[in-house]
């Protein structure tokens, strides 16, 4: 058996040393052109001549759990797309998102602000109740968002594609919930995959459904975001602001407005990273089981290329 490594962006050695320790007596290399096909594929942003030089492949490892870059790449007709599920993200996520939304509803911002310039002041507390939050995307990171989001009394509310049912959160499902689902809430939080069907969701006429006040939290893709329709409606004063990980062009181009803007907080995606020990650990499991003979579909995490995710 076989394991090729091809991971832009990510140093190689301590995976394959991971990889090695879990398989001792199969090769694991990190792939050169012209390196002999494998069986299983670990990867992050492979080259198309990666891929194209693996017409027996099993299956591909995506070291993330978003997976449409590599979608959009012409994969080995027989490989399975597996991507990461969970090792370790949701719990980052929901401790990013929930002190995204806590920074804002309690208006650290402010109060940082005024203790900068020797001001000792006090706000009226906001009322939890006014601030619902929408959680778009109730898979594996969104779930333990929005269950993290609701320990604190939040209203919460979910939306996805298929009818969920989560403790503590209001599930919307489908076109038909949508409507509800926005018009309800006031801070939204994407966790949605990027697909065709999710593409620019977050645009002029979605954002403008959100209760005054509105404040936008993407931690998915920037794709899913119309920059500049989100701007408009923040200088409008429809919307408070924003706090993006996420953005269309990775790293954030020097000259976007997202950097300086006031209402606008950024932070370089890294809002759930991929923890080496804990994906190494899973992926292994995962091939071990195939070698096993374990059928691929009983397998988490494995991709839906309908879907897109
Ligand atoms: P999952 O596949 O587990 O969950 C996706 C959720 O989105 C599901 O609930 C799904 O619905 C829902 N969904 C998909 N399409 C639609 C649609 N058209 N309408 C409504 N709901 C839809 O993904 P994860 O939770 O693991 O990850 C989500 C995304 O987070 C990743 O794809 C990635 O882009 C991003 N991410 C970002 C990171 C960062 O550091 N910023 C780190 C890791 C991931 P259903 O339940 O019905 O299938
Ligand atoms: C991922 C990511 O998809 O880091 O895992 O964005």
């Given at each position: 058996?076989?394991i090729?490594?091809?991971?832009?962006?990510?140093?190689?050695?301590?995976?394959?040393?991971?990889?090695?320790?879990?398989f001792?007596?199969d090769?694991?290399?990190?792939?050169?052109?012209?390196?002999?096909?494998a069986?299983?594929?670990?990867?992050?942003?492979?080259?198309?001549q990666?891929?194209?030089?693996?017409?027996?492949l099993?299956?591909?490892?995506?070291?993330g759990?978003?997976?449409d870059?590599?979608?959009?790449?012409?994969?080995?007709?027989?490989?399975?797309?597996?991507?990461?599920d969970?090792?370790?993200m949701?719990?980052q996520?929901?401790?990013?998102?929930?002190?995204?939304?806590?920074?804002?509803?309690?208006?650290f911002?402010a109060?940082?602000a005024?203790?900068?310039?020797?001001?000792?002041?006090y706000?009226?507390?906001?009322?939890?109740?006014?601030?619902?939050?929408?959680?778009?995307?109730?898979?594996?990171l969104?779930e333990?968002?929005?269950?993290a989001?609701?320990?604190?009394?939040?209203?919460?509310?979910?939306?996805?594609?298929?009818?969920?049912e989560?403790?503590?959160v209001?599930?919307?499902?489908?076109?038909?919930?949508?409507?509800?689902?926005?018009?309800?809430?006031r801070?939204l939080?994407?966790?949605?995959?990027?697909t065709?069907?999710?593409?620019?969701?977050m645009?002029?006429?979605?954002?403008s459904?959100?209760r005054?006040?509105?404040?936008?939290?993407?931690?998915?893709r920037?794709?899913?975001?119309?920059?500049?329709?989100?701007?408009?409606?923040?200088?409008s004063?429809?919307?408070?602001?924003?706090t993006?990980?996420?953005?269309?062009t990775?790293?954030?181009?020097?000259?976007?407005?997202f950097?300086?803007?006031?209402k606008?907080?950024?932070?370089?995606?890294?809002?759930a990273?991929?923890l080496?020990?804990?994906?190494i650990?899973?992926?292994?499991?995962?091939?071990?089981?195939?070698?096993?003979?374990?059928?691929?579909s009983?397998?988490?995490?494995?991709?839906?290329?309908k879907?897109?995710?």
């Amino acid at each position: 058996m076989k394991i090729s490594f091809c991971c832009t962006d990510t140093k190689a050695e301590p995976w394959l040393a991971g990889l090695r320790a879990a398989f001792p007596a199969d090769a694991v290399e990190q792939w050169v052109p012209g390196a002999e096909p494998a069986d299983y594929a670990v990867v992050w942003a492979p080259p198309q001549q990666f891929l194209d030089e693996q017409p027996q492949l099993k299956a591909l490892f995506n070291i993330g759990a978003g997976v449409d870059a590599l979608l959009k790449l012409r994969l080995p007709p027989s490989a399975a797309v597996v991507r990461l599920d969970d090792a370790g993200m949701s719990v980052q996520m929901a401790e990013y998102v929930c002190h995204a939304v806590i920074r804002h509803f309690r208006e650290f911002d402010a109060y940082e602000a005024d203790v900068k310039l020797g001001k000792w002041s006090y706000r009226r507390p906001q009322l939890r109740a006014d601030f619902p939050v929408g959680v778009m995307g109730l898979g594996v990171l969104g779930e333990r968002v929005a269950r993290a989001l609701a320990q604190f009394d939040f209203p919460v509310r979910g939306w996805s594609r298929s009818p969920r049912e989560v403790p503590g959160v209001q599930c919307f499902s489908g076109d038909a919930g949508f409507h509800d689902f926005l018009s309800a809430t006031r801070i939204l939080v994407c966790l949605l995959p990027l697909t065709p069907g999710t593409e620019n969701i977050m645009n002029r006429q979605t954002l403008s459904r959100l209760r005054p006040g509105g404040y936008v939290i993407n931690v998915a893709r920037g794709a899913h975001l119309v920059d500049e329709d989100l701007i408009a409606l923040i200088d409008s004063g429809h919307l408070a602001g924003a706090t993006l990980d996420v953005f269309r062009t990775e790293p954030l181009p020097a000259e976007h407005v997202f950097w300086k803007h006031p209402k606008v907080t950024v932070t370089p995606h890294t809002s759930a990273r991929t923890l080496r020990e804990e994906s190494i650990a899973q992926i292994a499991g995962k091939i071990a089981a195939l070698q096993a003979g374990q059928d691929i579909s009983s397998l988490a995490g494995v991709v839906d290329p309908k879907k897109g995710y």
